[in-house]
């Protein structure tokens, strides 16, 4: 008997088939049945990669019609995120979907809503909770190395968006609703909480600006710095116009501090003694992490059983939209203070 979840990948680009398509292909949990992709060079993509034992359609209301599912994967970009979700409720269909969860707090309420409706699963994919060097850095938290921590400075610095400037719809404010705040700060914002210890935001203040990718209808840089409650801080620091690739963690504990930089995580005790963690992690540094996917796939296989495992994660993408929507206010606003 195959008592496989079958689902469909929603939306064929770069993350479905560079980070999400090799774990389910190889997690025997799951089969994906069917690809929904309006690009005729993104179905070709997705026959390339899926065979030909797998349907391709061009819409997702045809695709509910004719296909027996279980679950979506979304991984179209943000616009599209709630009318898959929505789609899919309707139909009592679980949803893995991309961050961001959507475009707005009020749009990611629906979202729930509707899953908590239909009583299915919704699992954001919050992928960077499994970097081996975040896993790292929680651990030596966790283990008192440097006390309470009270302080994360976050810093993303890229060249460019993700799939390049051009057309990219990061660029596009309707499509994306926001540029690199919601891009990689969604991603800073969950990391910065658990680094915490998972307290919540309460205030934030931020400046948005546009540097390089002047034709957009997005910023390329933001800076932000979320107040929590119990008085810890988190500095969000994001540009597209950097002159080279950098990724930056910098954690401050009553005891000493903390440092993420490429694979390395270096303890910092404030009585001496520098310690360094070299993390193992094979992964091309791209922007799929293909081999964080399959835990995602573990949580999401949880969820489809008991749809509340997901809770933490979905108060993880409530908190996310908040702050990011508070951010963009406080920047409207010449950076004042803006409560989330
Ligand atoms: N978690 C991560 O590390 C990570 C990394 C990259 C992208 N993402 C997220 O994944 C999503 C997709 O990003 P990407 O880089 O793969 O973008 P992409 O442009 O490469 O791919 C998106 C695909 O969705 C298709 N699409 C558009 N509208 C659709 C619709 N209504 N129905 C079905 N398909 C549709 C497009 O034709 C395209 O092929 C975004 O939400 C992005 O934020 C997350």
Redesign the pocket.
């Known amino acids: 008997m195959n008592d496989r979840r079958r689902g469909a990948l ?8 560079h ?1 999400h398509w090799p774990g389910w292909r190889d997690d025997s949990r799951f089969e994906v049945g069917a690809v ?4 005729p060079a ?1 179905r070709e993509r997705a026959r390339a990669a899926l065979g030909d034992a797998v349907r391709i359609y061009d ?2 209301v045809a695709c509910l019609e004719a296909e027996a599912l279980d679950f979506l994967d979304v ?4 616009a ?2 709630l ?2 979700i929505e789609a899919a409720a309707e139909a009592g269909l679980h949803v893995l979907v ?3 969860l959507a475009l707005t707090p009020q749009e990611a309420e629906r979202a729930e809503t509707a899953a908590r409706e239909a009583g299915t699963a919704l699992l954001v ?4 909770h499994h970097a081996p060097v975040f896993r790292a850095a929680r651990e030596a938290l966790s283990s008192g190395a440097i006390g309470s921590v009270r302080e994360v400075t976050f810093i993303t610095e890229r060249t460019e968006p ?2 390049g400037g051009g057309a ?2 990061r660029l596009e404010r309707e499509v994306s609703g926001g540029g690199i705040l ?2 990689h700060g ?2 800073q914002l969950y990391v910065a909480r658990a680094l915490l210890g998972g307290a919540d935001p309460e205030r934030v203040r931020a400046t948005i600006e546009t540097r390089r990718w002047h034709e957009a209808s997005v910023e390329d840089t933001a800076h932000a710095d979320v107040e929590y409650i119990g008085g810890a801080v988190a500095r969000l620091r994001l540009t597209w116009a950097a002159e080279a690739r950098r990724t930056l963690v910098k954690v401050r504990g009553e005891k000493g501090a903390l440092r993420i930089e490429g694979q390395a995580v270096r303890v910092i005790p404030e009585t001496g003694g520098a310690h360094d963690w070299r993390v193992d992690d094979d992964a091309p540094d791209d ?3 293909a081999t964080w996917f399959p835990r995602i796939l573990d949580a999401f296989a949880e969820a489809m059983e008991d749809p509340k495992a997901a809770a933490g994660n979905l108060r993880e993408a409530r908190l996310g939209q908040a702050v990011i929507d508070a951010a963009y206010r406080s920047g409207a606003k010449g950076g004042a203070p803006v409560d989330v």
């Open positions: 929603v939306g064929f680009g770069g993350v479905a088939e980070g929904v992709e309006p690009l993104g819409d997702l991984a179209t970009p943000p599209h995120h009318p898959a991309e961050k961001p994919v919050h992928n960077w993700a799939s990219s719809w919601v891009d969604w991603h922007s799929y992490h």
